[in-house]
Structure formats: structure tokens, C-alpha cells
DNA sequence: TACAAATTTGTAACCATTGCAAATATATAA
DNA sequence: TTATATATTTGCAATGGTTACAAATTTGTA
């Protein structure tokens, strides 16, 4: 899917910067933080700039186009896959895995029966621990 | 429940500003955060530092009779409540609710199906939006 | 081409949290 | 009790991720 149509599909005007850390996002499945993604567009994109980053991570969550992951205490971390799945942070390794959340319990209803009324935008669900290669 | 002993059952040398603490969380369900601590103590203990604040939560933390709530971007919270509950953030009034979640739910292995072999040890759910008050 | 609006950038500030060493309190042994 | 070692607390300085802001650049439009 192209990644400019995606932009503007959800309300976003394209620019070099915006497709380019959005292109990063859906092919790097790392939870990348704001340094991570200033290290790997510097080379194609000089000029840009945290701030940039900074502010297109916001706009991009704003959007639901874009999950803001804050299992780590120090640094915020992102994640272009805005389906309902879990994060798992290794507290050995620091890893940070994705995890699959059994489909029948997607039920936003039924998991969290008392926000009757509530109007939920995002969910999170997070785990610390070992993970197995540590263990 | 004595606090003291509940510190010492939980591998914690009780002091006066660990006893006051947990008390704090535990008659306070209001996820306080260091500096709403720090304002509720300084009355009675006029000593108390911010520091001795951030070393008892992680102190707590690691002992699993605490929880860190990291669902506000700026400040960490802090839950004397360790039983798998979920938090809602409202975005508009910023109130933090406590909600239930079902029951047949709490089957960790279950609703985590792929993290077999994982050794978890904290698990937390954040969902953000409008609280019905909001609305 | 000219002008207006949107976006990006760099720098300075903010501020929650931590590091650290001195001060205080607690436990232990003689 | 007294002396000594250990644990805890405290205050201040430093750290570092994030944001505010205004200037610079780019983009859209007439």
C-alpha cells in the first residue's frame, strides 16, 4: 500500500519527512524511539530534525495511524501497527516483543465491562519480565 | 492490616517514611504521583525528601506491592493496588479511573497465548478517551 | 511570479528523574 | 551502655527526553 495514500486517507498531508518516517514505521517492527528513527533517516533526509520527529509521532497518534508505546520508563517508543496487540519488555535484554492477544477476548465490551459510557480511543496492554532467551 | 508488617512480610525493613508511604497508597486510591506524595507527607514528616519518595516506589515496585502507572506521558504514577485492574486516563479532565476486568479474563495464559515460556511479572492495561462525566 | 499558509528546523528551556556524597538513623557487638 | 558497622534518608547537582518558540524553508494558490 502506498504510503502517501495512506497519509492522506487518514487526513494527513504527505510530506518527504511524514512518508518517510511512516514508511519506517510499517517496515521496521522494531518499537523504534525518536532517536532510532533520527539515526536511520539522517542519511536520506540531512536536514531532518527531533523536533520533526517529535512532532510527526504526535500528529501520526493523534490520527490513529500511529501507537504511542510507553512500557519504558525513559523513552517513548512507536509503533505503525495500530491493532490491538500486546508489548512485552524483557528487563534482562530490553527487548520489546509484540505479542498476539487471543481474538476472542478482542471484545472491548466484555474485557473491560465497566467503562460503560466511556469513549475509548486507545488501548495498551503491557508486560515486563523475562523473556525466554534470558531466562 | 498493619502496614509494618505488611512491609516485613514483603521483605521490606519497615522505616518511618516506608510505613507512611504505604499507608498513603493504601487509603489514597487516587494514583498519586511523586509530587502529590511529597505534599500529603511533608505535615507529618517534615523531612521527607522527594528522593526518599522515587527510592521507596522503586523499592515497592520491585517488591510487587506497588505498581508504576506509566500511562501519562509526563509524570509516573503510583498504585498500591496490585491486582490486575485496568486504568482510563480521561484526555479531557485528565482523571485517572480504576476499572474491572472480568474475571474469566484474568486467565493470563489465555488472553497472553503467545508468551509461552515468558516469565511475567507485572502486567498492565492503560486505555485513554472521554470519560462519561466528559462526554 | 507573488503571496499566504503550512511545515520544518535549531536552539533554548523545561522538568521529572537519578547520581552522589554527606548526614542521620538503626542494628550489632563488645 | 558505648563503639562501630550498616542501612536509610536527605539535598543538591546533573542528566536527558521532550517541548516551546521563532526563524527558515517549503508548499499551495491566485
Redesign the pocket.
Known sequence: MNTQIYLTENG??P????IALMDYLLTHKTHP???EMYEALHEQ?P??????I???M?LFVKHGIASLISIE????RFDGDVSLHGHFLCQNCNQLYDFHVNEKLLNIEELFSSLDGYNIKDTQIYCKGICKNCK
Open positions: 494527513i498531508k510530506s518527504v519527512q511524514r524511539n525518536v532517536d533526509i536536514t531532518i530534525s527531533r523536533t520533526t517529535y512532532n510527526t504526535k520508563e525513559k523513552n517513548a
